[in-house]
């Protein structure tokens, strides 16, 4: 078996946006998918754990808990959910932190999605 080179990261696993990529990329098989959520214990999470995602946690109001998600990733789909906050702000915070992140980490390619 052939190792991908490629790894693509998605905020959001869980989320229905963030599934949805998940498992479309995952029937590819050309590139190792990890899949970053507050709570890997969601049944949703397990699921797309045992079709082949890369689980692990991180938050995007906590950018100490951003490091090792986009670890050695080379695209990351960023996305937020507007209507899930407080204040639009909370949001551009949040988009700041995961750019800051992709950045620090040498990610090649960033999409951004807000709902």
Aim: aromatic residues 4%; hydrophobic residues 40%; neutral net charge.
């Amino acid at each position: 078996m052939v190792l991908p080179q490629e790894t693509v990261l998605i905020l959001g696993a869980a989320g229905r946006q963030g599934c949805s990529i998940a498992t479309e990329l995952l029937k590819t098989q050309k590139c190792a998918v990890r899949g970053m959520t507050r709570d890997p214990s969601k049944g949703i999470c397990k699921d797309l754990h045992r079709r082949g995602l890369q689980l692990v946690q991180g938050d995007l109001d906590h950018p100490a808990t951003l490091k090792e998600p986009f670890q050695g990733v080379t695209t990351a789909f960023l996305l937020t959910d507007y209507w899930d906050q407080s204040s639009h702000l909370t949001e551009v915070d949040q988009g700041m932190n995961a750019v800051e992140a992709a950045l620090n980490a040498g990610v090649r390619n960033i999409v951004f999605r807000s709902s």
